[in-house]
């Protein structure tokens, strides 16, 4: 079949959104690292919407920091994909042609410090993962053992993480005269602008203190919290658009209605109107960002391990499970407590409407691609709610077994005996410490002693380690649902 190109737009049916610009006028004012599909669902449409507004200047050149699958499903495009809302029988697509140029980062890390210093360049923003910072889970230091951070804290000629193509980008537009960048982090790590500007002014002053001592000065990392489900495309989801829109669109993404965007206000230089295009700029984004962190990402993380555990494949059937729904109720119950919510934000509000996004079952978000890489995730979703209430002398019956939940998991098998890749970084060194181990309380014991995951303050507390492995060794002898249910029933 056809694809969907500039060419084949006039094909489309009526009722599909296509882009409300001439995309021969617009400039490349965004360049993205990440070029995945939670961007493509999300910044890529707030800046396709400026587009639409008429502001030409944001137009974005994606960066993919491994692979090149987005690249060969955009370029043969155009840069062009469907955007698919689903919600129950709802189905909306439009059509995002926002993105101008999608480059491999490890074929031509030139050309994409070249975009970051190009004169037209205005923001950056990121979806690398937790894991793409290459930032310590613990203490939040540039993990300077990568062989990758190594080979960029020696040189700069060819960069390979995000903090080193940053840093390179920023030198050249200091030697060009031009001015700063404003660099968004829109990735799932506390206090993300300050984890992002470390990471980069870490690479530029082992090169150059004067340029660090230039981006700390001038150039803006603004804390951002961003909110959308995006489950993986699937095959089916591809022949399904292909057979209502008659093209075929390698680079088709799906996602739900609801998207939230809430930046810090600190920009260093021309952005877009964001107010206008729905985005909350605020002086105080913590608090939005540990409501999504705890309640969202959370209660998503313990679903998937709990869920995956019992053999459901979707967030939506663990939702149903009327077991795991207060089980979820009882997380969400330890996780508010900790929270000091903004104005305007009403946690028992958002915990309804959490609760219906979750059950959204035309999503088919699957519970395996949440579970990848948790321990990049536990201590922003779990540990960090887990410690707030241990300093505040309350119990963390349903925060312990959403980790120990993590833990059963990394034994590679669910309890109906279908395996299962534990798709982590540190998946080789969980392996290590549960093989062979047969007696669960060893188990337990031998990941609690995981650095990287778990810090010293917990793995030393008993008033944190004693319910986690209870919870690890009922998990283990009575499964999933079980273990649920009883903490479940605990007032």
Known sequence: MIRLSPETLDRLPAEVTRPAYDRTTIRTGVVHLGIGAFHRAHQADVFDRALAAGDPRWGVLGASLRSPGVRDQLVPQGGLYSLVVRDGERLETRIVGAVRQVLVAPERPSAVVA???????????????????????????LIESDPEVAADLSSLAAPRTAPGFLAAGLAQRRARGLGPLTVISCDNLPHNGARVRDAVLAVARRHDPDLADW???????????????????TPQDRRELAARLGVDDHGVIKTEPFTQWVIEDRFAGPRPDFE?????????VGPYEDAKLRLLNGAHSAMAYLGGLAGLGFVHQVAADPVFSVFVERLWDEAAATLDPPAGLDLSVYRRALKARFANAALEHRTHQ????????????????????????????????AVAAWMRWQDGVDETGAAHVVDDPLAAETARLVAHTPDPLERAAALLSLEAVFPRRLATDPRFTVPVIAA????????ARAAASFVGSLS
């Open 472 to 479: 690890y060794v009922r998990l283990s002898q009575s499964g």
């Open 370 to 401: 949440i579970a990848m890489d948790g321990s990049q995730k536990l201590p922003q979703r779990l540990l960090a709610g887990a410690v707030t209430r241990l300093d505040r002398g309350l119990p963390i019956a349903a925060l312990a077994l």
């Open 215 to 233: 981006i700390e000065g001038t150039c803006a990392f603004p804390q951002t919290m961003i909110d959308r489900i995006v489950p993986a495309t």
């Open 276 to 284: 206008g295009l729905g985005v909350q700029i605020t002086s105080a």
């Open 115 to 141: 975009a970051l210093a190009a004169p037209e360049t205005h923001l950056v923003t990121l979806t690398v993962t937790e894991k793409g910072y290459r930032l310590d889970p613990a203490s939040g230091a």
